[in-house]
């Protein structure tokens, strides 16, 4: 069989496709893969005689993408990492589907090519705003170790990367298919327009300046998540072992100690003997602390929070993954974290299955999970403000843009990816923290269990970066900065437009070809 017997072949087109696209992430990091990817998606959409076939054949090629780039999510939950490749796959024939649509519709090739591209930035940016929400491929991700040509982010928000690819791939076939020599020139500005924007745009930046800087204490305990205790024999011992490996670091300048997720390994109240114990050593010291630890909060009786339990005294309660957040004068407040994996940290929609279960049948609020954090809370010093963002918060850049509307001069990422072992999962999460420096104009100082710990500077250079699966501890300096990017100021300007552009492209084709019938 050669090779345009084998172009000819909807099942290979789609699993080519998949793998492409597989391959374009981190840590292979062959983004340019995702052009080609997409060229055969489109090919493979207009080659399909109905919508049917154009899910039926696609979905093969988005689960061999989805099992490439996060067949990691096993390691934590076999059960749940399958669902999740399988539902993700799902949802992502439905912006291939608006594609075909498209294309049957309009004669105009570059109004297709933006129709389309429009349809699968829609289809990224609502993904993010659902209890299944699932944003790890998102196609801006392919590109974070590419920092030279994606500086433009900052502008756009990262899904101003899956626009420049998507309507690039788009305009690329159609040329294929009409061969027209003017589109092709368009189609080769559209393609070299954003790098070079992005190129200038890195020429541009500053080096830092040697004012106004906060000197950190990034922890890394390598404490094994497997374990109940990390492996020791009580949380007497682990905060022992934390605090052990944070006095060998300290210096007399760190400003701010971080500890990663789960660095307190079980829930704690905000007043228990192991918060005051951390106080005492933050007055002690005269350093500010952020740690991640398990929380529990009380609510008074006459609640209407969905909550998990009581406890004795009678007060309901839920347990949150949380930042606690202590101030070099031992004050102690936290954050809860608010973006929680579906079905592995919280129950999707379990506010609404709650609100349906009018006779009480199911303890909702028993089996939900982790409480479901709302204000974006920081550690607030005369010298800096920062916030405690935990894991998964750290790839919804439009949850972290109010704490960059609250004027956080750094961000600081605790996480814990030892979770998913030696796999891709530490390599992509490490190199996604790229991008929400370039979005935010703001260094990032990362803290994780077992690695990647690292910095990162405001163009997503990485500054400082240690292995995976060891224990250390380094210090290293951040900048406060106040800067706004057009981003922070406007938010996702170019997703709402696509999100328009894609309402009212299938409303106007949808609609009139009914009057014309």
Not at 54 to 62: D, H, I, K, R
Not at 351 to 364: A, C, P, Q
Request: with cysteine; net charge negative; aromatic share 16%.
């Amino acid at each position: 069989m050669n090779v345009k017997e084998l172009l000819n072949n909807k099942w290979v087109i789609s699993v080519l496709a998949g793998i492409l696209l597989g391959l374009s992430f981190p840590p292979v990091n062959l983004s340019f893969l995702s052009f080609p990817a997409f060229i055969l998606l489109f090919y493979l959409s207009d080659k399909c005689d109905s919508y049917k076939q154009v899910a039926y054949y696609s979905y093969a090629g988005f689960v061999v993408w989805n099992l490439i780039g996060t067949y990691w999510l096993m390691m934590a939950s076999l059960g749940a990492g399958i669902a999740a490749i399988l539902a993700n796959s799902v949802l992502m024939t439905i912006p291939l589907c608006l594609a075909k649509f498209f294309s049957q519709k309009s004669n105009s090739p570059i109004l297709v090519a933006l129709l389309q591209t429009a349809a699968w930035v829609s289809y990224e940016f609502l993904h993010h705003q659902w209890d299944l929400s699932w944003t790890w491929l998102s196609i801006g991700n392919a590109w974070s170790n590419f920092i030279g040509v994606i500086q433009y982010i900052s502008f756009t928000g990262h899904l101003g990367i899956t626009f420049w690819v998507v309507l690039s791939s788009a305009l690329t076939y159609q040329v294929i298919k009409s061969k027209e020599r003017n589109l092709a020139y368009v189609t080769l500005g559209v393609f070299l327009i954003f790098p070079i924007w992005s190129f200038l745009l890195f020429e541009s930046e500053t080096e830092t300046g040697n004012s106004d800087l906060t000197h950190v204490a990034i922890i890394q305990p390598n404490h094994d998540s497997y374990q109940e205790y990390g492996g020791m024999s009580d949380l007497k011992e682990v905060i022992d072992s934390l605090f052990t490996l944070t006095s060998r670091t300290i210096t007399p300048q760190t400003e701010l100690i971080i500890w990663p997720e789960n660095a307190i390994d079980g829930f704690i109240f905000t007043n228990s003997r192991t918060a005051l114990r951390i106080a005492d050593s933050a007055k002690a010291w005269n350093k500010n602390f952020v740690v991640g630890t398990g929380l529990y909060k009380t609510y008074s009786k006459d609640t209407d929070i969905l909550y998990r339990g009581t406890l004795n005294s009678g007060k309901p309660y839920n347990v949150f993954n949380a930042a606690l957040f202590v101030d070099a004068n031992g004050e102690i407040s936290d954050y809860e974290k608010a973006n929680l994996v579906p079905i592995v940290e919280r129950i999707p929609f379990v506010e609404t299955l709650n609100t349906m279960d009018v006779f009480d049948w199911v303890d909702w609020g028993n089996i939900a999970g982790f409480g479901k954090g709302s204000r974006p809370d920081m550690i607030e010093t005369d010298t800096f403000s920062t916030p405690g963002l935990v894991c998964y918060d750290s790839v919804y850049p439009s949850w972290i843009r109010k704490f960059v509307q609250k004027d956080a001069s750094f961000l600081t990422i605790i996480t814990n990816d030892g979770w998913w072992g030696d796999t891709s999962g530490h390599h992509q999460h490490f190199a996604y923290a790229r991008l929400r420096a370039i979005e935010f104009d703001r260094w990032i100082a990362r803290s994780a269990n077992n690695g990647i710990s690292g910095i990162i500077a405001p163009n997503g250079s990485i500054v400082q970066k240690t292995d995976y699966w060891v224990r250390t501890g380094f210090i290293g300096t951040v900048q406060n900065l106040e800067t706004q990017t057009i981003y922070t100021r406007f938010g996702n300007w170019l997703s709402l437009l696509c999100l328009m552009f894609t309402f009212s492209g299938w409303g106007f084709y949808r609609f009139s070809n009914r009057n014309s019938d």
